[in-house]
């Protein structure tokens, strides 16, 4: 048994790096988003490669926002409703009113951020955003796929408390790389969803019931090699968790096509590349740069440049929910480099977007802005 804590100990700090389903995990189940699309979502397939490439980019943002952790879990069982219902109050507004904005942060915002990016997803298609759209979808791959991972949505989330510790690691890193080409599936149909905060909610709620099904595994896996480095402990692991973890995994490519459809929809089905939005940061007459410094903690500096004269140039900043926060530019300009600097006023800390368009294209650049 110490032997067990100690190992455990060990793999803890992989844990607390990973923490989720790892990189080959988030790449698969993005990747194949693309079996559920059908004929009418056609369009995306050119999508899958970008899905795939940015499908870990919500993870790598822990490293310099620090309000992106809490993003990715949540421990539904330190709700007392959850533990009497099953279920919890599933709005912001009512579940801060009953908890606090600091406990419910505290205990992970998975669905809501969920839910947060699934509106910028929807709002993206409103304008015809396709740059936005692909980042907002990648960033919505992820945090479906957290979802579906059992131990994101427990306070238990490394066995810490039932003997289990370093599951985490052990289960959604080591095993899903050294068995991923045996995590295979089929798409599934694709529907429209009648309540999106319901159906958030229900894949957690749903996929919370697994989380003894991994314990279980765990324990078996170790009754049969205490060397969690061990060919047996491994194939022993994935013997008894293959079944499940692969219906995770297919519901959560599934999840993800049908949001993705669901936000099209919603914003009526436009077709891609119907405006002249960029998806290439280079191309064009134009240039924006990344902002410097980024992050930034008072204010920064945007720089682009025009290869040539335009009549109507605007640079705007976006919230992550996609509104208009600040208009720094709306001109006409002659080709040449630009400067201008933004200071935040009155702006809480997070993800904001510089958006420049030139009247042709429009390009965007991701900055974290830290009070």
């Given at each position: 048994?110490?032997?067990?804590?100690?190992?455990?100990?060990?793999?803890?700090?992989?844990?607390?790096?990973?923490?989720?389903?790892?990189?080959?995990?988030?790449?698969?189940?993005?990747?194949?988003?693309?079996?559920?699309?059908?004929?009418?979502?056609?369009?995306?397939?050119?999508?899958?490669?970008?899905?795939?490439?940015?499908?870990?980019?919500?993870?790598?943002?822990?490293?310099?926002?620090?309000?992106?952790?809490?993003?990715?879990?949540?421990?539904?069982?330190?709700?007392?409703?959850?533990?009497?219902?099953?279920?919890?109050?599933?709005?912001?507004?009512?579940i801060v009113a009953?908890?606090?904005?600091?406990?419910?942060?505290?205990?992970?915002?998975?669905?809501?951020?969920?839910?947060?990016?699934?509106?910028?997803?929807?709002?993206?298609?409103?304008?015809?955003?396709?740059?936005?759209?692909?980042?907002?979808?990648?960033?919505?791959?992820?945090?479906?796929?957290?979802?579906?991972?059992?131990?994101?949505?427990?306070?238990n989330y490394d066995?810490?408390?039932?003997?289990?510790?370093?599951?985490?690691?052990?289960?959604?890193?080591?095993?899903?790389?050294?068995?991923?080409?045996?995590?295979?599936?089929?798409?599934?149909?694709?529907?429209?969803?009648?309540?999106?905060?319901?159906?958030?909610?229900?894949?957690?709620?749903?996929?919370?019931?697994?989380?003894?099904?991994?314990?279980?595994?765990?324990?078996?896996?170790?009754?049969?090699?205490?060397?969690?480095?061990?060919?047996?402990?491994?194939?022993?692991?994935?013997?008894?968790?293959?079944?499940?973890?692969?219906?995770?995994?297919k519901n959560a490519?599934?999840?993800?096509?049908?949001?993705?459809?669901?936000?099209?929809?919603?914003?009526?089905?436009?077709?891609?590349?119907?405006?002249?939005?960029?998806?290439?940061?280079?191309?064009?007459?134009?240039?924006?740069?990344?902002?410097?410094?980024?992050?930034?903690?008072?204010?920064?500096?945007?720089?682009?440049?025009?290869?040539?004269?335009?009549?109507?140039?605007?640079?705007?900043?976006?919230?992550?929910?996609?509104?208009?926060?600040?208009?720094?530019?709306?001109?006409?300009?002659?080709?040449?480099?630009?400067?201008?600097?933004?200071?935040?006023?009155?702006?809480?800390?997070?993800?904001?977007?510089?958006?420049?368009?030139?009247?042709?294209?429009?390009?965007?650049?991701?900055?974290?802005?830290?009070?």
């Open positions: 048994m110490l032997k067990r804590i100690f190992s455990g100990f060990l793999l803890l700090l992989v844990a607390i790096i990973l923490i989720s389903w790892g990189s080959t995990g988030h790449d698969k189940i993005s990747n194949n988003a693309s079996l559920s699309f059908f004929q009418q979502m056609a369009q995306f397939n050119s999508w899958t490669s970008y899905l795939v490439a940015h499908a870990s980019d919500a993870d790598d943002r822990k490293a310099t926002d620090p309000t992106e952790s809490p993003k990715h879990y949540i421990d539904i069982d330190m709700y007392a409703d959850f533990n009497t219902t099953h279920h919890i109050r599933q709005t912001w507004d009512s009953q908890n606090g904005t600091l406990w419910v942060t505290n205990n992970g915002i998975l669905p809501w951020t969920t839910l947060a990016t699934y509106d910028s997803l929807k709002n993206a298609f409103l304008h015809y955003n396709w740059t936005k759209a692909m980042f907002f979808a990648a960033d919505l791959g992820h945090y479906v796929a957290d979802g579906h991972m059992p131990l994101h949505i427990t306070k066995g810490q408390n039932s003997g289990n510790d370093g599951i985490h690691s052990r289960y959604e890193s080591t095993m899903v790389s050294g068995f991923n080409s045996q995590i295979t599936y089929t798409g599934d149909t694709v529907h429209l969803i009648p309540n999106v905060n319901h159906y958030v909610f229900n894949y957690i709620y749903t996929n919370y019931t697994y989380i003894d099904s991994v314990l279980a595994a765990d324990d078996y896996a170790y009754g049969l090699s205490t060397n969690y480095y061990s060919t047996t402990y491994k194939n022993a692991l994935w013997s008894k968790s293959q079944k499940f973890t692969k219906l995770l995994f490519s599934h999840a993800l096509a049908e949001l993705i459809y669901n936000a099209w929809m919603e914003a009526g089905s436009p077709t891609l590349g119907t405006s002249s939005i960029s998806t290439n940061p280079s191309s064009g007459n134009y240039r924006l740069e990344q902002n410097s410094p980024n992050p930034f903690h008072t204010s920064t500096q945007i720089k682009f440049t025009l290869d040539a004269n335009s009549p109507d140039v605007s640079l705007k900043i976006l919230d992550f929910h996609g509104k208009i926060v600040s208009t720094l530019l709306q001109d006409s300009k002659t080709a040449g480099t630009y400067t201008i600097e933004w200071t935040p006023k009155d702006l809480p800390s997070g993800i904001y977007f510089c958006e420049l368009d030139n009247g042709n294209a429009v390009q965007v650049k991701k900055m974290v802005y830290l009070r």
